[in-house]
């Protein structure tokens, strides 16, 4: 049991449905069924190398960060003795692999060679982010590129972007995911107000690149039908609530930036994720692709009560 905890710890379990709602978003914008059904082969391979480039990328995270988390967060399954580092390393590089290989089949299934194109970045994103780049500055937009390559994972697999505006959408939830990767920057310790608040108006950012990306659609006269039918205006309230939710928890966490509240926010931030994925379908495909995005929220409550999700 002690195994397996540390395993689901390891692997950041609760996360994987928000790289899930991520590919299964974008390909619903691009493709924008009005019926609910079992999505297309190629979503399905694009789903499944998400998935397993995030679970990569949480795994070999840990695997580098190892003389870090000695000293800040002994607890963590490979600093614990929970799972064998050597072991972990493997299944890491593993994941990279069947990743990459799920990328490629998505592209022959959908004759989209774009798609292992983006898988051949996302390798290289993830290993770039986990072994080079999270220490330093580019830390936060590496990471955010790793969201934005998700999102297009699903986009290619659909045959697109196929309009210009498709592009805000991986363009402002990469931007969104950076902004939360610098707001948890320091998570473990006291962290700064001032980045706190800079990082949350980089969230704010991603959040309005996503929101005109809406917009631009409703002004093309596209989308889904209840869009059509003059909600717009219904759309930009939802996601302002959205969004002023998210904006507030993390500027009282700036007020009190203690690793309680700070990771709260973050949490709260992460979770999040498959709610604005569901409110973007909601325009783009109408109520009931919205409700099929927003059900991986199950998975993710569920595994939250097991481990943590940062």
Known sequence: ??????????????????????????????????????????????????????????????????????????????????????????????????????????????????????????????????????????????MGSCRSLNWLLGMTAAGGPSQPYHWLLPIGMGLYVAGVTLFARNEADRSRGRMLVAATLVIAAGLAIAAAQTWLMAAAGSGATWLREGRLTSWFALWGMLSASILGRNLLAALDPSPFRVQAAVGNCIMSIITLDAVLVLAACGESWAVVVLSLLVPFVIGRQLVPPT
């Not at 592209?107 to 194109?117: E, K, T």
């Open 1 to 142: 049991m002690r195994t397996l905890l540390g395993w689901l710890r390891l692997l950041r379990i609760p996360n994987h449905a928000t790289a899930a709602a991520d590919v299964l978003a974008g390909g619903l914008v691009v493709s924008q069924p009005r019926v609910v059904d079992w999505p297309p082969a190629a979503i399905l391979w694009a789903l499944a190398a998400g998935i397993a480039f995030y679970a990569a990328g949480m795994v070999l995270n840990d695997v580098f960060d190892l003389e870090l988390d000695r000293r800040e967060r002994p607890e963590r399954p490979l600093p614990s003795g929970a799972i064998d580092v050597r072991l972990a390393a493997a299944v890491g590089q593993g994941l990279l692999a069947v990743a990459g290989v799920c990328s490629c089949l998505a592209a022959f299934v959908s004759g989209h060679p774009a798609v292992a194109l983006v898988g051949a970045l996302l390798t290289a994103a993830v290993w770039i982010y986990d072994r080079h780049a999270k220490s330093t500055p580019f830390g936060p937009a590496v």
